[in-house]
Each structure stands twice: as structure tokens, then as C-alpha cells.
């Protein structure tokens, strides 16, 4: 298996944008995690799904950020309108059950 | 609430030096996961190890070593004979079996850095 794939690797944009990051879980795993790092915050969980149903998405910083997973293959985590403080690096990462999450290698967003 | 702590920021060290990172946690669950993940300078985040609240063994895994001790609510990390290619940031996590051990929580990391 490829591993958990994350697209774009960066992307950069101009305050009041729509932003749409892309995320493919591996193969099988039922759980998919989005979380953002920055320096000031460290590693934040976002929001989290079980078989493509969002569980808990208390993490989510406001209604300007949105996630959806319309399939097991694939999920999407979007943001509208983009700001400067939504500059950070967000990974995806997924499991099977109880076993460890495995992470994407991570959008870095910058919003000019 | 579960929190990690890692009061180490960052860790500088010379080249076949053992180090160790620290790694305190709180939970009031029983039932809990612990993890370390490294972070290189490429930026993606690799899984090291998983330990469970039930098994208090310590792990060797070559020239990495994790010592778990409940009674101090710590689960550090240790690299024997550090090599350059250690050079990341570690971070220790924790989640817990009452919120379907499904949350990741993540201490704010240790840089380390091993110089030639």
C-alpha cells in the first residue's frame, strides 16, 4: 500500500480564497483523522471519522472550516473563506481499528 | 482530561551520545494507549512505537528503548549511540479507551538535534 496520500503538498493562497485539501486513507482503515500543526499550537486533532461518518469535529476552529468523506477512498477538508492564521501544515492520517494511525506527509497552507 | 507533556523543546547532542527524551502524561482512564512518533526534517510523521496501559514492559528495538513506568506517569524514549539520521522532532502521544481511544493527543514535541 502507497500509504496514507495528501494532495496538494503545499499550496499557497490569497485571503478569502476556498481552500480544499485531499486526503486518501489506506486501504481498509476505518478511522480518518484531520489535524493541523503549527508551531504555536503544536499537533491539533481536527476532526475524526469511522467508516466515513464524522465523529467528533469538536477540534474544528470554526464554521469557516469543513471536512467531508463521501467514500471510504477519499476525504476532503475545506476552508471559506482562507485567512492568514489558517497558515499551518495539516496531516491526514487513518487506522484500522485499534492498531496505530499512520500519517500522510502533510499540505503545508500558506494564506497570503 | 488527558494531556502529554514533553518539557524538553530541544535536545542537542554530539554524534554515538545516548540521549533521552521525557514524556509525562495525565489521564484518569484505566485503559489508555501511549505513542512516539518521529518527525524528520522531511516533514511526515512516522509511527515508532505502541504501548498499552496493561504491559509496563520495557521495549528495545534495536538501538531505540522505551521505558514505561505508571507510577510516574512517564513513558520516555532513549536512542543508544545516536546517529545524524536521528536529527528530528519526537513527539509522545496518548489516547484513551474511553473516547474509543480514537483521540490522538500530542505532547508539543523535543527537537533533537545529533551533531557530527
Known amino acids: 500500500d502507497a500509504g496514507v496520500i495528501q494532495s496538494p503538498r503545499h499550496e499557497v493562497t490569497e485571503m478569502g480564497q476556498e481552500v480544499t485539501l485531499r486526503c486518501k486513507p489506506i486501504s481498509g482503515h476505518d478511522y480518518l483523522f484531520w489535524y493541523r500543526q503549527t508551531m504555536m499550537r503544536g499537533l491539533e486533532l481536527l476532526i475524526y471519522?469511522?467508516?466515513?461518518?464524522?465523529?467528533?469535529d469538536s477540534g474544528m476552529p470554526e464554521d469557516r472550516f469543513s471536512a467531508k468523506m463521501p467514500n471510504a477512498s477519499f476525504s476532503t477538508l475545506k476552508i471559506q473563506p482562507s485567512e492568514p492564521r489558517d497558515s499551518a501544515v495539516y496531516f491526514c492520517?487513518?487506522?484500522?481499528?485499534?492498531?496505530?494511525?499512520?500519517f500522510g506527509q502533510g499540505t503545508r497552507l500558506t494564506v497570503v | 482530561a488527558q494531556k502529554v507533556t514533553q518539557a524538553q523543546t530541544e535536545i542537542s547532542v554530539v554524534e554515538k551520545e545516548d540521549v533521552t527524551l521525557d514524556c509525562v502524561y495525565e489521564?484518569?482512564?484505566?485503559?489508555?494507549?501511549l505513542f512516539w512518533y518521529k518527525q524528520p526534517p522531511s516533514g511526515e510523521l512516522v509511527f515508532l512505537i505502541r504501548r498499552n496501559s496493561f504491559d509496563e514492559q520495557n521495549e528495545i528495538s534495536g538501538r531505540y528503548s522505551w521505558n514505561f513506568q505508571k507510577s510516574t506517569s512517564s513513558f520516555n524514549f532513549t536512542i543508544t549511540a545516536s546517529q545524524v539520521v536521528d536529527s528530528a522532532v519526537y513527539f509522545c502521544a496518548l489516547s484513551e479507551a474511553n473516547q474509543g481511544a480514537q483521540k490522538l493527543v500530542f505532547g508539543q514535541g523535543t527537537r533533537l538535534t545529533i551533531n557530527p
Open positions: 492520517a487513518s487506522r484500522g481499528g485499534l492498531t496505530e494511525a499512520f
Open positions: 471519522f469511522n467508516n466515513n461518518v464524522p465523529i467528533d
Open positions: 489521564t484518569r482512564d484505566t485503559t489508555y494507549y
